[in-house]
């Protein structure tokens, strides 16, 4: 019978493909190293991986990209590469900034900003700004960011407001603690992955992680590239989320006749 034929073809998903996906841009210095190289070199190579994973988020339709490109914890490492580090973020934004611009990417930048010097903060504000009004893609830079740090200064926010009498104590819920955060009025992210082999959050996006997929992939981040992204878009697609609740039978079952 026709239907009996057509029905399992029904039933079968579309792809689905994430609105946010976080990436944890981590392995630069094994790639280097790997090769004989200086570490910088690996972070100059993930430079260029950066640049291809924007425009494959602009082909796979994403609608928000979330990057982990300097962490909290980061000012640890011995002070050259810190500064290697900080030197590649602004030469990334004076060099791609106006082509970012052009293709329609909105950059937003979420992460402390009190402790950071002011050519480096002025280059940020000044990538906010300009893109304020695309809406092709969300860039979000996670520069100087810990999530831990992130909830704490939301707590902190809350708390100032309830002290000044703008809020009461017993309305604060998930929502409230939300808007408080960074990234106030992004969706959570979808799907995280990590490179690097690497299976930890490092202090990214915990809150909003609650509910993300996550794919941790064993190639380092300059060897990131169209394809590797395309197949953790894949294995996202094959993933049932449930989000606390159960899948119904139809949603997912082959159609038995
Ligand atoms: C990620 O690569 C880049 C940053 C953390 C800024 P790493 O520098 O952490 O490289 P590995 O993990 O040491 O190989
Ligand atoms: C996470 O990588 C931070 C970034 C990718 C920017 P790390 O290399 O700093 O994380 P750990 O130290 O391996 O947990
Ligand atoms: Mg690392």
């Given at each position: 019978m026709i239907e009996a034929e057509t029905a399992p073809k029904a039933d079968v998903r579309p792809a689905r493909t994430p609105r946010h996906v976080g990436v944890i841009m981590d392995g630069n210095g094994r790639w280097a190293l790997g090769r004989g190289l200086p570490r910088i070199e690996g972070h100059r190579r993930g430079v260029e991986a950066l640049r291809r994973t924007v425009r494959a988020a602009i082909e796979f339709g994403l609608d928000y990209l979330t990057v982990y490109?300097?962490?909290?914890?980061?000012?640890?490492?011995?002070i050259e590469e810190v500064s290697d580090l900080m030197g590649l973020l602004k030469r990334f934004i004076r060099e791609d900034l106006s082509e970012l611009y052009k293709i329609g990417v909105k950059i937003k930048v979420i992460g402390t900003r009190d402790n950071l010097k002011p050519d480096i903060l002025a280059l940020l504000e000044e990538a906010e700004t300009l893109t304020?009004?695309?809406?092709?893609?969300t860039l979000v830079v996670a520069f100087n960011y810990g999530s831990r740090q992130e909830i704490a200064a939301a707590a902190r926010l809350i708390a100032y407001k309830v002290a000044a009498g703008l809020i009461d104590a017993a309305a604060i819920d998930e929502t409230m603690l939300a808007q408080h955060l960074d990234t106030a009025g992004i969706p959570d992210p979808d799907l995280i992955i990590r490179t690097s082999g690497e299976q930890r959050l490092?202090?990214?996006l915990m809150w909003q992680a609650a509910y993300s997929e996550f794919v941790f992939l064993p190639i380092h981040w300059p060897d990131f590239d169209r394809q590797a992204f395309a197949a953790a878009l894949a294995e996202f697609a094959a993933r049932d989320r449930r989000f606390g609740g159960v899948t119904l039978p139809q949603q997912n079952a082959k159609v038995k006749i």
């Amino acid at each position: 019978m026709i239907e009996a034929e057509t029905a399992p073809k029904a039933d079968v998903r579309p792809a689905r493909t994430p609105r946010h996906v976080g990436v944890i841009m981590d392995g630069n210095g094994r790639w280097a190293l790997g090769r004989g190289l200086p570490r910088i070199e690996g972070h100059r190579r993930g430079v260029e991986a950066l640049r291809r994973t924007v425009r494959a988020a602009i082909e796979f339709g994403l609608d928000y990209l979330t990057v982990y490109s300097f962490s909290s914890e980061n000012w640890s490492r011995p002070i050259e590469e810190v500064s290697d580090l900080m030197g590649l973020l602004k030469r990334f934004i004076r060099e791609d900034l106006s082509e970012l611009y052009k293709i329609g990417v909105k950059i937003k930048v979420i992460g402390t900003r009190d402790n950071l010097k002011p050519d480096i903060l002025a280059l940020l504000e000044e990538a906010e700004t300009l893109t304020r009004a695309n809406n092709r893609l969300t860039l979000v830079v996670a520069f100087n960011y810990g999530s831990r740090q992130e909830i704490a200064a939301a707590a902190r926010l809350i708390a100032y407001k309830v002290a000044a009498g703008l809020i009461d104590a017993a309305a604060i819920d998930e929502t409230m603690l939300a808007q408080h955060l960074d990234t106030a009025g992004i969706p959570d992210p979808d799907l995280i992955i990590r490179t690097s082999g690497e299976q930890r959050l490092s202090n990214f996006l915990m809150w909003q992680a609650a509910y993300s997929e996550f794919v941790f992939l064993p190639i380092h981040w300059p060897d990131f590239d169209r394809q590797a992204f395309a197949a953790a878009l894949a294995e996202f697609a094959a993933r049932d989320r449930r989000f606390g609740g159960v899948t119904l039978p139809q949603q997912n079952a082959k159609v038995k006749i």
